[in-house]
């Protein structure tokens, strides 16, 4: 069997994780690595199961000193601290991975799907101040969670896509003076050409 196709079924990964769990880790690295398209959730995870991994051998450590002392009590007590500090040092890390992908991934939907143009709707989106949410902004545009270009001016995020649509369509636009009642309009190459104000044909000079 494939190892893809190891990873491919939980009950696999876990069955491997109770039987010989050295395979079980690895096996489900792969299987978090394959499903995640976030990188930050993705090593958050992985820190927090070294973690709980780390607190799980210092509390076999402690079980085992209880049950047969060594006599070595300083040593056993150093040794459960180190992987304790490891553990909660791993879990500490990967939360904040966790929560730092999340909110790339939120900025992604606002910006990508949304085109949000508010820096400040985004930090109200996400509950932090503006200040963090444009350094939030514009590491999401550096790591390439955004396919749009976008360029910050007075708290406002400007679509590079959008100005060039605009521009674009300014070009064609013309001001119309009706011969029939004498209405101003403001018109397109593009779209109908009557008088908005009578609805008469207007007469274009090209």
């Not at 190892?3 to 079924?9: G, M, N």
């Not at 959730?41 to 085992?64: E, H, P, Q, R």
């Not at 002392?69 to 966790?98: C, D, H, Q, R, W």
């Not at 929560?99 to 085109?115: A, D, M, P």
Request: positive net charge; charged residues 25%; hydrophobic residues 45%.
């Amino acid at each position: 069997m494939e190892l893809r196709k190891l990873t491919e079924s939980w009950t696999i990964v876990i069955l491997t994780l109770i039987i010989f769990w050295p395979v079980g880790l690895v096996l489900l690295y792969l299987k978090l690595r394959n499903n995640s398209k976030n990188k930050f959730i993705f090593s958050g995870t992985i820190k927090i199961i070294i973690g709980v991994c780390s607190i799980f051998f210092a509390l076999i450590g402690t079980a085992a000193e209880i049950d047969e002392p060594t006599g070595e009590i300083v040593l056993t007590i150093v040794m459960v601290s180190i992987f304790l500090a490891i553990g909660v040092a791993f879990i500490y890390f990967g939360m904040k991975n966790i929560k730092e992908g999340k909110i790339y991934e939120k900025i992604k939907n606002l910006i990508n799907f949304q085109q949000v143009e508010s820096v400040e709707e985004i930090a109200k989106e996400l509950k932090i101040t503006e200040e963090k949410a444009t350094e939030y902004i514009s590491k999401a545009v550096s790591l390439g969670f955004c396919n749009n270009e976008i360029e910050y001016k007075n708290k406002k995020i400007i679509y590079k896509k959008k100005i060039e649509a605009e521009v674009e369509k300014k070009k064609h636009e013309r001001i119309v003076k009706c011969e029939c009642c004498g209405g101003i309009n403001h018109i397109n190459d593009t779209e109908a050409k009557a008088c908005e104000y009578c609805g008469m044909e207007l007469m274009i000079n090209k």
